[in-house]
């Protein structure tokens, strides 16, 4: 039987010069020319073969020498040539040494780092479970029922003591008789009618025209003592721009003063004004060179900031300006004081 055998992938090929499992041309494929089969039923018109010992000498394997293509078979540089050596047994893991014997120190080993781990698991959990007991509790306990029966939550537990979260809304003139800060937010000196005054007049000046305005407040107070007063002033001008300030209920003091305008550069100037008006009451503590030189930066940032903290240095503590800016929409630009 006369084999072609590829000599990129070693495998039997079924064209002349193709290998359908490489998939690569073959100018000179090798040939042999045997007559066993290997991994392969015997034809039906014969017993045995050569691979098998069969004693007729027309079926004993042929010699490298009358193998056609020998000279095609070694020309392929450091490609060793197979050789077939009949009725030779198979090894088996056993026989050449690489099988159970190789495997038990691996297996010795893996044991050994789960157990470890293991042992690792089990006393980080019982470390948990001491510092979850508090201290009072009888660690004698026969079982853990009788544990469980000595543990009051409620008894000594650094008395944290359950609180259902509740919410509910005061009246504003409550509020406003009351005169106490909120406690959810932090205060500028400068009150809302202060900034909300100053910058319509600063606006009406720039040659824009009065539009709607509105105002309202919402006042709440919740289960765990937070206070949340909020004076809402909307201001919207003939432009469609708007400006929004928030101060609190009870002192009328500044929470956040926000900008939305579509013109960057007025945007800016408006900003400006809301800095001297915080500097009369002193939340602004940069001059007024600090102040040009910080907005100078923020116009040249402006288009590319979608949304930015963009606080100077040496601001008191808990306040936030930021900047939005989204494609085909107002540039936003708020001042806010979140407290410490």
């Known amino acids: ?125 019982f470390k948990a479970i001491q510092d979850w007991i508090p201290d009072d509790i009888a660690l004698s306990a026969d079982s853990l029922d009788e544990l469980l029966e000595q543990w009051d939550p409620g008894a000594d537990n650094g008395d944290y003591e359950d609180v259902e979260y509740k919410s509910w809304e005061l009246d504003e003139s409550d509020v406003a008789s009351a005169g106490v800060n909120c406690n959810s937010y932090g205060h500028f000196s400068v009150t809302g009618e202060q900034m909300a005054s100053g910058l319509a ?10 539009g709607s305005d509105d105002s309202f ?34 002192t009328d003091q500044l929470h956040s003063v926000s900008i939305s305008w579509a013109d960057p550069d007025e945007a800016l100037q408006i900003a400006k004004t809301v800095t001297a008006l915080m500097r009369d009451s002193g939340d602004w503590t940069l001059s007024e060179a600090e102040t040009a030189a910080w907005l100078d930066n923020l116009k040249n940032r402006l288009p590319e900031l979608e949304y930015e903290s963009v606080t100077p240095e040496g601001l008191g503590s808990g306040i936030d300006i930021f900047v939005a800016s989204y494609e085909s929409d107002n540039y936003y630009i708020s001042f806010n004081n979140w407290g410490d």
């Open 217 to 250: 407040s919402t006042n709440t107070e919740d289960s765990f003592g937070y206070t949340s007063f909020n004076k809402y002033r909307y201001y919207t001008f003939s432009s469609g721009d708007s400006l929004s300030v928030i101060s609190d209920t009870a």
């Open 1 to 125: 039987m006369e084999y072609r055998i590829c000599p990129i992938c070693d495998q039997k090929m079924t064209g002349a010069h193709y290998c359908v499992h490489c998939r690569q041309w073959i100018r000179n494929p090798l040939t042999i020319n045997v007559n066993y089969y290997l991994n392969e039923r015997h034809p039906d018109t014969e017993h045995d073969c050569s691979y098998h010992d069969y004693d007729d000498p027309a079926y004993k394997m042929p010699s490298p020498q009358t193998v056609p293509n020998q000279a095609a078979r070694t020309a392929v540089p450091n490609r060793p040539v197979r050789k077939v050596i009949p009725n030779q047994p198979r090894r088996t893991a056993q026989a050449s040494g690489t099988g159970g014997r190789n495997i038990l120190p691996a297996v010795v080993i893996a044991i050994f780092i789960i157990a470890m781990c293991v042992i690792t698991v089990f006393f980080s959990l």
């Open 201 to 210: 007049d600063a606006i009406l000046d720039m040659g824009y025209s009065a």
